[in-house]
T-cell receptor
Framework: LAKTTQPISMDSYEGQEVNITCSHNNIATNDYITWYQQFPSQGPRFIIQGYKTKVTNEVASLFIPADRKSSTLSLPRVSLSDTAVYYCLVGLLVSSNTGKLIFGQGTTLQVKP | GAVVSQHPSWVICKSGTSVKIECRSLDFQATTMFWYRQFPKQSLMLMATSNEGSKATYEQGVEKDKFLINHASLTLSTLTVTSAHPEDSSFYIC????????????FGPGTRLTVT
């Protein structure tokens, strides 16, 4: 499973766009990139997943360059409720793989008023 | 969306006793469930992978005789912490992999275990 590197923490203000970048230099051809959000004393919540280029949903956008060695989670106009830990995970989630996820340290996002 | 529940949400037990935590997929069948442990200010650590009808696969360093996992049906997996000690106090989280979508896992709300 590819190892990921993220900033340990980030600060932002309400209304701003936040971009969290994750490095995954050893990503394999069949690996997908998945981002989860976790609030204190809660289980992680799926945010977005992608394989290449750009993926957008109602919550966030995920930008993946052509070499796929990094990815950027973009949260538009954050609010105080977006304060959480964000995890970037890379893994083979299809075919015969068990689908297990190995969590890295995550990025603690603090949104200030 | 897919919902995973855990019971209990928190539990306090005395040292030396055993505690069972349930993980249920409420609206989908989960062929595979995972158990994680999370200590304060730390990331989730995968403990084991549980497949319905077969023995669980434990990660290196996790004692299988201490953390008993049973996955008896496609909607239920249980984790039993046997002979609990204060160092087992942690936040235990399960996740379920939807057999119909192999790309996503859905996490339970977690169970806070405190061993006194």
């Amino acid at each position: 499973l590819a190892k990921t590197t993220q900033p340990i923490s980030m600060d932002s203000y309400e209304g701003q766009e936040v971009n969290i970048t994750c490095s995954h230099n050893n990503i394999a051809t069949n690996d997908y990139i998945t981002w989860y959000q976790q609030f204190p004393s809660q289980g992680p919540r799926f945010i977005i997943q992608g394989y290449k280029t750009k993926v957008t949903n109602e919550v966030a956008s995920l930008f993946i360059p052509a070499d796929r060695k990094s990815s950027t989670l973009s949260l538009p106009r954050v609010s105080l409720s977006d304060t959480a830990v964000y995890y970037c995970l890379v893994g083979l989630l299809v075919s015969s793989n068990t689908g297990k996820l190995i969590f890295g340290q995550g990025t603690t996002l603090q949104v200030k008023p | 969306g897919a919902v995973v529940s855990q019971h209990p949400s928190w539990v306090i037990c005395k040292s030396g006793t055993s505690v069972k935590i349930e993980c249920r997929s409420l609206d989908f069948q989960a062929t595979t469930m995972f158990w994680y442990r999370q200590f304060p200010k730390q990331s989730l650590m995968l403990m084991a992978t549980s497949n319905e009808g077969s023995k669980a696969t434990y990660e290196q360093g996790v004692e299988k005789d201490k953390f008993l996992i049973n996955h008896a049906s496609l909607t239920l997996s249980t984790l039993t912490v046997t002979s609990a000690h204060p160092e087992d106090s942690s936040f235990y989280i399960c996740s379920a992999r939807w057999s119909g979508n192999r790309l996503e896992q859905y996490f339970g709300p977690g169970t806070r275990l405190t061993v006194t």
